[in-house]
């Protein structure tokens, strides 16, 4: 009787043996056999229906089975392991061969560009940089600047206000205040940074870049200031274009210039971009209006300086062909990615 239990079981895993392939019909099957209720664990149970002259006998027979189940599950198992083992380090494999995946470069904004060479160009010069609060008293934007309240040049420049005093700068020349009120002269100061007016449209942008340049010193002239804008449009223009200064306003110089340079598209003969007439406006300058120095506590009659200030997306534009401002404020990257140097 028992024996046959015994080869009932034996068969049973024989047969199922093969079919075995993971471990958790692995652990189903050993669960079954020798589990708390698994089948040999209930032979054992049963010992107790077992007559007890032949107790001895059947205890070793059941005893010699789990034996027997036990080293054949040890196989079985050792089985799965190896397969599922291969089968993961297949799952894992890495083909080396295989071609990577791509990632992007990204490149410099326009405006970053153009910033970045006007450093490096008037660095070259022996220009430090200086960067002013983009909050401002109206008294360093304007006041300062030889602009008082009632000025009418305060309407060339539509002005964000915080408060009675205090406002958005609406150009960096606010910088040269600030320098030369901390530092007599030599100065010789670069201030880029952001302004902000209100005025929106294809050539405006209520927050742009700009970037000022003031030298003050014994002697300075407008000529200093001609030869060193002659430099600054070669380096970003190329070498064969041409600085001409007009006559102009701004209430912190005087003389006040606006600087042309010859149209690098067409060479001086006239085309779209310079409207056809051989120049392109580039930025406003002028000599230091003695006001302004005075105001400052530096001595007009001593120190002489020039200033100038020009949009850097302006700049951009023309160097790169940008005909719409907003392209450089949505970064859209089929855009930027043409820009890569
Ligand atoms: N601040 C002027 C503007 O925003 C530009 C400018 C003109 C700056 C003449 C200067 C200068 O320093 O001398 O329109």
Redesign the pocket.
């Known amino acids: 009787m028992i024996q046959d239990k015994i080869d009932a079981i034996k068969l049973k895993i024989e047969t199922i043996a093969d079919k075995i392939d993971n471990s958790k019909s692995f652990t189903e099957l050993k669960m079954a056999l020798l589990g708390k209720n698994g089948e040999i664990s209930a032979l054992m149970k049963n010992m107790r229906d077992v007559p007890p002259e032949q107790r001895p006998e059947v205890g070793k027979i059941i005893n010699s089975l789990r034996d027997w189940a036990n080293a054949r599950l040890d196989e079985i198992e050792a089985g799965v392991k190896k397969k599922e083992l291969s089968e993961l380090y297949k799952a894992e494999k890495i083909d080396v061969t295989l071609p990577g995946v791509r990632h992007e470069r990204g490149s410099f904004h326009p405006n970053t560009l153009i910033r970045q060479q006007l450093i490096d160009i008037f660095s070259g010069m022996g220009f430090e940089i200086f960067e002013g609060p983009e909050i401002e008293n109206d008294y360093y934007n304007f006041t300062a600047?030889n602009t008082p309240k009632d000025h009418p040049a305060r309407d060339?420049?539509d002005t964000f206000y915080l408060t009675d005093e205090l406002l958005l700068r609406?150009?960096?020349?606010a910088g040269?205040i600030r320098v030369m009120e901390n530092k007599k002269p030599p100065i010789k100061i670069l201030s880029p940074g952001k302004?902000y007016r209100s005025d929106d449209d294809a050539t405006h942008s209520p927050m742009f870049s700009?970037m000022?340049?003031?030298v003050v010193d014994k002697g300075i002239t407008l000529c200093d200031l001609k030869g060193m804008l002659d430099v600054f449009a070669k380096k970003i223009f190329g070498e064969n274009v041409k600085t001409r200064l007009r006559p102009?306003y701004?209430p912190?110089?005087e003389p006040?210039?606006e600087v042309d340079v010859s149209c690098f598209e067409c060479g001086g003969k006239g085309c779209r971009l310079c409207k056809g007439t051989g120049w392109i406006e580039v930025?406003?300058?002028?000599?230091?209006n003695r006001h302004v120095l005075e105001g400052c506590g530096i001595d007009p009659d001593v120190y002489t300086g020039?200033?100038?200030?020009?949009?850097i997306e302006r700049i951009a534009m023309l160097k790169y062909g940008i005909n719409n401002m907003k392209l450089l404020f949505e970064s859209d990257v089929r855009f930027l990615k043409q820009f890569k140097d």
Not at 170 to 173: R, V, Y
Not at 306 to 311: D, K, Q, T
């Open positions: 600047l060339m420049q609406t150009q960096t020349s040269q302004v700009q000022e340049g003031l102009s701004f912190f110089t006040s210039v930025l406003g300058a002028g000599m230091v020039f200033a100038f200030g020009m949009g």
